[in-house]
């Protein structure tokens, strides 16, 4: 089981460009494991670990026949702007024509990428 403190370092370790390989040999964890948990919960692997797009945005999820679609640039300012002028997560979801978990999981991913470039503007 993956807790939340080691799922913190399985995102900040992938999404600093760190391979899926060389993270899980780290932590001690199967690559399939932390493939999984970036999948899972939006975490942007590093581009070698990237699934093709197909042309309508969505990339496969792992091995299966499953697709998942990819916010986009306009999409993330769309949600910001919803959540400036107090929009719930479930409205927002329904104006972008997706689930709830999904917004709610991308502005996780949202804060980590913030919280990452402020760190490095501070050094």
């Not at 309508?56 to 702007?81: H, N, Y």
């Not at 400036?84 to 502005?107: D, I, Q």
């Amino acid at each position: 089981m993956i807790t939340p403190e080691l799922g913190e370092r399985i995102a900040d370790m992938c999404e600093s460009g760190m391979s899926i390989a060389s993270a899980a040999r780290k932590l001690g964890l199967n690559e399939k494991t932390v493939y999984g948990y970036c999948t899972r919960y939006a975490i942007d692997p590093p581009p070698q670990y990237r699934y093709p797009s197909a042309p309508d945005g969505s990339a496969a999820s792992g091995g299966s026949d499953r697709r998942q679609k990819r916010f986009t640039a306009s999409e993330d300012r769309d949600l910001l702007e919803m959540r400036e002028a107090g929009f719930s997560f479930g409205l927002m979801a329904k104006k972008l024509g997706r689930v709830k978990s999904s917004v709610v999981t991308r502005f996780a991913t949202l804060a980590r990428q913030e919280a990452r470039r402020e760190t490095v503007s501070a050094e």
